[in-house]
């Protein structure tokens, strides 16, 4: 049995304006110290718990290089000795600019970090501001070069589009900018307003004016919006990047396969606060026995007591059936049905879209038969295309896929 593993590191410098990640900032050197052994427990529990071989690990935050090296090289030793990893798997670590120094970079890769992804978001020190980020483009470029100097070839860039005020311009120079650097991948989102945000008071109206169409105070309107995430399209198109996935880009051979594996429901164990895991049943089969369901796992969302949780896992046998394990605070069967409807979603997210073979050799049932009605209507409307056993949007359907990818949940749940 192959699997992912995410391992979540929560701490940032400071809360950016927009963000509702669960992430925290200004925590004493002792809690982060006490984190890190807790999330050390946990990595050694979960090695002991599930069998099969990590394929991608992916260390994400939060900002994971605002923690001590020393604690990066224990957390990696306590993986590679804890799962049988491959030995090609990718090893992904969130950087921020400004929070990586030559000296951390080398650090990084010595210890088997072997893909960076860097959240630039915007080139214009402007729009740095606005968001509330830590660093200007200068500082982006230092952290970038140390990262290069210290052997990374495969790098990805966050950027975002539908920023307030953001002008065809402003975005232009974004993407010159990082374009000029050859990153092997750009992940271009669009900016969401989320409740419980420093920006949702303050452009949770213009959202929702965007949301129908009607102009906007600051941020883009529905049109503008949707034409700057045209523009970054077309440009990183044009410069010989892939659009292998709605908001994400890579060079041939460099798309991120710890993603492509979350969007083809490869299982994975997420370590760390709130972190969430996806079971197949095999994975469990020493713990639950034959025949389970897919289980969706929550770990807490509350640091202290993730941390005291989890510190205790040294003491629990790594078979204790799940409610009775102190980190997890949510345990949620999939049936198959969603479990199906979630496989056309995730997979219709990516240009390839999804196999009609996979479907059958996963479900034992024909996608065909199951989404009939789904697969028709889409198609009928030029969203969706059929081409050799493979079911993927169109461009079209890329443009409206929150509307084409909610087809698929909707006829699931009217099956039911
Ligand atoms: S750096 Fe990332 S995780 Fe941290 S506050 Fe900013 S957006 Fe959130």
């Not at 005020?165 to 993407?175: D, N, R, S, Y």
């Not at 629990?316 to 409807?341: C, H, L, Q, R, S």
Request: hydrophobic content about 35%.
């Amino acid at each position: 049995m192959e699997f992912e593993l995410y391992i979540h590191i929560p701490f940032c410098l400071k809360k950016c304006l927009y963000c509702d990640f669960l992430s925290t900032c200004g925590e004493t050197p002792d809690v982060i110290d006490e984190y890190m052994e807790a999330l050390c427990t946990e990595i050694k529990w979960q090695g002991k718990r599930y069998r099969g071989v990590v394929t991608s690990i992916y260390i994400g935050g939060g900002t994971p290089s605002i923690v001590p090296l020393g604690h990066i090289e224990t957390m990696m030793r306590t993986i590679l000795t804890s799962f049988r990893v491959r030995r090609d798997a990718e090893i992904s670590m969130e950087v921020n600019p400004g929070t990586v120094t030559a000296t951390s970079a080398v650090f990084y890769k010595n210890c088997g970090i072997n893909r960076i992804s860097i959240g630039l978001q915007s080139a214009n020190d402007e729009e740095l501001r606005l968001l509330g980020r830590i660093h200007n483009f200068d500082r982006f470029v230092e952290t970038y070069t140390h990262l290069r100097r210290a052997g990374f070839d495969n790098i990805n860039i966050d950027i975002m589009t539908g920023l307030p005020g953001q002008t065809p311009a402003k975005l232009a120079e974004t993407l010159s900018k990082v374009l000029i650097l050859k990153p092997e991948h750009i992940s271009a989102y669009s900016l969401m307003i989320e409740p419980d945000t420093p920006f949702y008071e303050k452009y949770g109206e213009d959202a929702k004016r965007q949301e129908q169409g009607l102009p906007t105070k600051e941020l883009p309107t529905e049109d503008e919006a949707y034409e700057l995430m045209k523009r970054t399209q077309m440009t990183l198109k044009n410069f010989g990047f892939n659009q292998y996935e709605i908001s994400n880009y890579a060079v041939l051979g460099r798309e991120c396969r710890h993603n492509i594996g979350y969007w083809t429901r490869v299982p994975y164990i997420g370590i760390g606060l709130g972190a969430a895991s996806l079971l197949h049943p095999e994975m469990e089969e020493n713990i639950l026995g034959r025949g389970s369901l897919e289980h969706r796992m929550t770990n807490t969302r509350h640091l202290y007591d993730y941390i005291d949780d989890a510190l205790i896992l040294a003491d629990i046998d790594a078979k204790t059936f799940w409610m009775d394990v102190p980190i997890y605070d949510g345990n949620i069967d999939v049936i198959p049905e969603d479990a199906m409807a979630e496989y056309c979603y995730l997979g219709m997210r990516m240009t390839d879209g999804i196999r009609k073979n996979d479907f059958y050799r996963q479900f034992g049932e024909r996608v065909d038969v199951i989404y009939k009605d789904a697969l028709a209507k889409l198609t009928r409307e030029g969203l969706l295309k059929e081409e050799n056993g493979r079911i993927f949007l169109t461009d079209n359907g890329l443009d409206l896929s929150t509307y084409a990818l909610s087809e698929f949940i909707l006829e699931s749940e009217d099956s039911m």
